[in-house]
């Protein structure tokens, strides 16, 4: 029950919704618990032939009823209502906890697996509270006061039906272990059914390039076999548990039907003391198998919650010291010195980059510099602009902003004053307007205008239905990869920023559209500092200063003519995308 303590703070918020609703519940049980009391008393009136105290208990009776069906209607709408505000809580908790995470916690996690937390988890452990806390304090009350009330009825008989009770209770402890383990087997498999579903939704254009059809529904089909297999053993599980707590409590009919006909025609039990215990009978039976299911439920909302505080109590990113600095801070130096840093796995850029390690690496950029970052593949240069903006966390002393530790700065101001376009660009399930105003939200709507014109998308955008307000699909599916990296492009130059980071922006862009842009980008960014990580030998030739990053180590620094000259790696770099550049020219 560990992992159902972390419940407490949030059970403890609506503690008065929830005591309410279950006063209100214990109060309907003590009355229903009255009804055979009412019965017994009418039918020994009807049998000593006085009808009119007979219908006195009825219209008793039906009062009851209805006082009843309304104090019951208050506890569900308290307890379940306090049920679904958790679930609330819960969620918003989740989210935000997931946003403070460190990214290389995520890089581990997969997206199937924490939706299916976000959706199914939180839905299992809302059940617990509502549905499950409401059965047990329910059955509670019934089988206490139903065998309080049975005993002075008759002892002989109500130890006779005690006699399954033992037997009920070793079925629960046998089969909730097995219950809890299947449970929780079966979350996982939920979650990789998620994650499976969500890879082949995403990549659905790819899979139809390849003609993989056939081949990926299969192999989801197997998925949704498997999660199939694993249902259909907690289902055996509870299929065996529900009929053993039905026969137990059917032996204890037959036997009070037996014993207590006895009684009764023995003259030690008038008929309706026999027709109130027999009532009161009926009334456990309920009760007893809400405790199975309650078992059952409290197995899945262990595991469930087992899941969910593994996300809970992760740690997270390391908290912002106290710079001194204000929000309106402005900073004209960008230094790395000596980062030595070993990475592995990390998904900087978008890509999930190999082992690599930063070994001693020192550059500086300065406000109205214009620097490249150049390397091969899986070099690190994602890995290091991400460390600057402290996506990844860098090690200390070894990243400043005019000579303040970028450690020591908040986070927000941080990312307020460096403008940043990852490599991958992703746009939300938004309008246009929405996703070139993102991060920027104050400014403004013509300037998202004027920076269309500059990443050379404003004709094309008035050429949509719906111009700016055009809803761009999930991921930005409706535009080419083009549209998508110049709408992120875009975003990053309507930023009032500092330094300006792109991480390979015009890789989707043809080089006549890139020309233009580069253009309006060094008038726009003048005076501001630009480190730009890009394959295109044609912006790399009109910055200022490149530097060639070779696995984690600064090879070489220099201007693009100082570094052909030297014939070193960067020389050879570009004799290779050359030669590729023209190959394609001829395809």
């Given amino acids: 029950m560990t992992s159902l303590k972390s419940l407490w703070p949030y059970v403890k918020r609506y503690r008065l919704q929830i005591l309410a609703g279950m006063a209100c519940l214990i109060f309907v049980d003590v009355v229903q618990l009255y009804f055979p009391l009412l019965m017994a008393k009418s039918v020994d009136a009807i049998k000593g032939g006085n009808i009119s105290g007979a219908y006195k208990f009825l219209e008793w009776m039906v009062g009851l009823a209805i006082l009843i069906a309304g104090i019951r209607y208050f506890w569900r709408s308290l307890l379940l209502g306090a049920s679904r505000k958790i679930e609330r809580d819960l969620r918003d908790d989740f989210f935000s906890k997931l946003l403070r995470v ?91 059914l998620s994650a499976r579903l969500q890879e082949d939704l995403y990549g659905v254009r790819v899979i139809r390039a390849c003609g993989q059809e ?68 009926a009334m456990l039976s309920w009760p007893l198998m809400a405790l199975g299911w309650i078992i059952n439920l409290v197995q899945r909302a262990r595991a469930s919650m087992g899941r969910l505080n593994r ?51 020192s550059l500086t950029v300065r406000r109205g510099e214009w620097v490249g970052l150049v390397g091969k593949t899986a070099c690190g240069k994602s ?37 940043y376009v990852p490599q991958e660009g992703f746009l ?54 083009g549209q998508r990296q110049r709408v992120a492009l875009g975003r990053a130059l309507i930023k009032a920023a500092d330094f300006y980071i792109f991480d390979d922006p015009f890789s989707s862009v043809d080089v006549n559209t890139e020309e233009r842009i580069f253009e309006q980008m060094q008038n726009h960014l003048a005076g501001c500092g630009v480190l730009l990580i890009s394959h295109r030998i044609h912006s790399l030739s009109r910055l200022d200063r490149i530097i060639f990053l070779d696995a984690g180590k600064i090879a070489e620094t220099g201007t693009h003519a100082e570094l052909l000259a030297g014939g070193g790696l960067y020389a050879r770099f570009v004799k290779a995308q050359e030669m590729e550049e023209k190959l394609l020219a001829v395809s």
């Fill in 428 to 481: 939300f399930s938004q309008s246009l307007l929405s996703n070139f105003k993102l991060g920027s939200r104050a400014v403004p709507d013509e300037s998202a205008t004027r920076s269309a014109g500059g990443v050379q998308m404003k004709n094309e955008i008035a050429g949509f239905p719906d111009g700016f307000k055009t809803r761009v699909g999930e991921r930005g599916v409706t535009l080419s990869g």
């Fill in 102 to 192: 460190p990214q290389p916690f995520l890089d581990q996690s997969r997206s199937g697996d924490l939706l299916s937390m976000s959706t199914n988890d939180i839905a299992v452990v809302r059940q617990f509270l509502g549905l499950g806390m409401m059965s047990l304090c329910d059955s509670v009350v019934m089988i206490s006061f139903s065998v309080f009330l049975m005993l002075t009825l008759s002892v002989k008989l109500t130890l006779l039906v005690a006699i399954p009770l033992p037997l009920i209770t070793l079925a629960m402890l046998k089969l909730g272990i097995r219950l809890h383990d299947a449970h929780e087997e079966t979350q996982n498999r939920f979650g990789d």
């Fill in 311 to 361: 996300v809970f109590e992760a740690t997270e990113e390391i908290e912002d010291r106290r710079s001194g600095l204000s929000e309106k801070e402005s900073f004209t130096v960008l230094e790395i010195r000596n980062l030595t840093q070993e990475i592995r796995g990390e998904s900087a850029g978008g890509e999930i980059a190999g082992a690599v390690r930063f070994d001693g690496g």
């Fill in 214 to 281: 056939e081949n990926r529904c299969r192999r989801f089909m197997e998925e949704a076999e498997t999660y199939r297999k694993i249902n259909m053993r907690v289902i055996r599980l509870q299929g065996f548990f529900y009929p053993l707590l039905k026969f137990l409590t059917g032996l204890a009919a037959v036997a009070i039907l037996w014993s207590g006909g006895r009684e009764v025609y023995f003259g030690r039990l008038t008929l309706g003391q026999f027709v109130a215990f027999s009532q009161y009978v």
């Fill in 383 to 419: 890995s290091l602009v991400a460390r600057v903006l402290r996506i990844y966390e860098p090690p200390p002393a070894a990243i400043f902003l005019d000579g303040v530790d970028v450690r020591d700065i908040d986070r927000r101001l941080l990312r307020d004053r460096i403008s």
